[in-house]
């Protein structure tokens, strides 16, 4: 089991930057699949970006494209979220999860099994 922690959220002016950090409990970090969602009130949770376990591998929903950039550091148990360039449409709460996948990189939210509390981004124009 592992639980999650983000940080970094707040209030930025649009086209400004902010980094967010998701911090893992446990000694299995390195063997889950990391991903960040987001979203609105009433809304459903979508997908951000994810990676894989050894870092090589990425994946963003087309809205973060060029963006927003996934890392992780698994000796610090850390997943970061560094998002560039926002936009007041990137305004949500933004949530990590872990997950063993039966699929390399899932994007569907039903997928990951351990969920932060989430952190709230707002972007103003």
């Known amino acids: 089991q592992v639980q999650l922690v983000e940080s970094g959220g707040g209030l930025v002016q649009v086209g400004g930057s902010l980094r967010l950090s998701c911090a893992a409990s446990?000694?299995?970090?390195?063997?889950?699949?990391m991903a960040w969602f987001r979203q609105a009130p009433g809304k459903e949770r979508e997908f951000v970006a994810t990676?894989?376990?050894?870092?090589?591998?990425?994946s963003y929903a087309d809205s973060v494209k060029g963006r927003f950039t996934i890392s992780r550091d698994n000796a610090k148990n850390t997943v970061y979220l560094q998002m560039n360039s926002l936009k007041p449409e990137d305004t949500f709460v933004y949530y990590c999860?872990?997950?063993?996948?039966?699929?390399?990189?899932?994007?569907?939210?039903?997928?990951?099994?351990?969920w932060g509390q989430g952190t709230q981004v707002t972007v103003s124009s």
């Open positions: 446990g000694r299995s970090f390195r063997t889950y699949v």
């Open positions: 999860a872990a997950t063993s996948p039966r699929v390399p990189l899932p994007v569907r939210s039903s997928e990951y099994t351990y």
């Open positions: 990676i894989s376990r050894s870092d090589a591998t990425t």
